[in-house]
């Protein structure tokens, strides 16, 4: 059973319940489902709260804690099964798709907001491709976040003797033995499934290329995530799990983050949301942080697009606050302050990068050289390039290994592969 008809069998019962209509004030309110929760991403999402309030709306906000998204979706699809879902939620990738599928969000909520605005020519055909279903737009998109980043913290750097950035794997290890051999943590990170699948995924795109990872984690082909060039990335990953906080049980990635801020660890693998925590603490990029593509992976690119899918309702207040959040998102003010606060770079493709600081500005310069070249690719750990299911296969089999230290690579790139078969 595939995940559409495993979704549609548990909120089919929708049928049976009316959609609920949401209490409205004098213009409406509208109940937004998501996961930002860090104190970066509550910074960001109070430019979209306080706008919404301003144009005379209700926001609602039902923030479930949880930075991979897995809490939300469970809390979003108990709301399906009710019959009372929110006005909107942050839903991404194949996700989008797959809600679409079973008729439940809105296909004419956005389109005048699209066509009056003017989306077909500010955003990118990947994105345009992510949020419509059957030609309508259905999801409103925020942002585009780079996963494959490394975050350093230059002073720990220094004081482990290390003089440059790494740029390949083996440069990786080599500078996570000085950083241990001077007693900083070489990797910060918190042993979560999506935090593991994230290390993952930059380390298959590190030694498969973008062609590789593709043909892994988009085509889901059975020959290359059996194969021997999966199996290394197996071992690489065994060897970069020996130089993580041991002490890193189940911590979120913002944690994490505030590890290498302050200078108990030297680098973390996380994508570019963690800015806004540097951001927060008031570091400098290039001065207190380092970004750099993780080693291996330069001049490609593994996008996350954050989005708020709108879903069906019959309360016209409702549907009037949908349609004032896309104009928000997709404005260029909102689209500026949002990414400054986020860490991302703007989905509009005529925004002004000289207000950004430079490790936007190389997030959008790279993004559109990969984009040219086909090394821009969705991620895998961050619900872009498959579903639900099939993500949750990978997730299984990369935490089961990363915590097993007599796993064996060879034997681990077998079960992803008949992981994600059977999950498919």
């Not at 016209?316 to 606050?321: D, F, S």
Request: with cysteine; charged share 20%.
């Amino acid at each position: 059973m595939n995940a559409i008809t495993r979704l549609a069998a548990v909120i089919s019962l929708a049928s049976l319940f009316p959609l609920a209509a949401t209490a409205a004030d004098s213009k409406g309110t509208i109940e937004v489902t998501h996961w930002w929760t860090s104190a970066g991403e509550s910074a960001a999402m109070d430019v979209l709260r306080n706008q919404v309030k301003a144009d005379g709306y209700t926001w609602k906000d039902n923030a479930v804690a949880g930075g991979g998204g897995a809490a939300a979706m469970t809390v979003l699809k108990s709301r399906a099964v009710s019959g009372n879902p929110p006005g909107a939620a942050q839903i991404k990738g194949p996700d989008i798709q797959e809600w679409s599928q079973l008729g439940l969000l809105s296909e004419d909520a956005l389109d005048g907001v699209a066509k009056d605005e003017g989306w077909a020519k500010l955003l990118s055909p990947t994105v345009v491709k992510i949020v419509q279903y059957d030609g309508h737009y259905v999801a409103v998109p925020f942002n585009i976040h780079r996963v494959n980043w490394l975050w350093i913290n230059p002073e720990a750097f220094k004081k482990a003797g290390i003089d440059k950035a790494p740029t390949t794997l083996d440069e990786l290890f080599a500078a996570a033995d000085k950083l241990k051999a001077a007693g900083i943590i070489p990797i910060a990170h918190g042993d979560q499934p999506w935090q593991n699948s994230t290390v993952f995924e930059d380390i298959v795109l590190a030694v498969m290329g973008p062609e590789g990872y593709h043909k892994a984690f988009v085509e889901l082909d059975n020959a290359t995530l059996t194969g021997p060039k999966m199996a290394e990335s197996f071992a690489a990953l065994k060897k970069l799990a020996g130089y993580m906080d041991p002490n890193r049980g189940g911590q979120d990635w913002n944690q994490a983050t505030a590890q290498v801020i302050q200078g108990k660890a030297g680098m973390q693998a996380m994508g570019d949301w963690a800015k806004s925590e540097w951001s927060t603490a008031k570091k400098v990029p290039g001065k207190d942080f380092q970004c750099v593509p993780f080693p291996g992976t330069a001049g490609s690119y593994t996008y996350n697009v954050d989005s708020l899918a709108m879903f069906k309702v019959k309360d016209e207040g409702t549907v009037a606050a949908q349609k004032d959040v896309a104009k928000i998102a997709l404005g260029t003010h909102f689209q500026t302050v949002f990414n400054q606060n986020k860490g991302s770079i703007p989905v509009r493709n005529d925004i002004d990068m000289s207000q950004f600081d430079s490790c936007a500005q190389a997030s959008k310069k790279d993004f559109d050289a990969a984009s040219a070249k086909g090394g821009a690719q969705p991620s895998m750990a961050h619900n872009m390039a498959t579903n639900l299911a099939v993500q949750g296969a990978v997730f299984d089999v990369v935490t089961n290994f990363i915590n097993d230290k007599n796993a064996d690579p060879a034997a681990a790139a077998k079960q992803l592969g008949n992981a994600i078969k059977s999950a498919q």
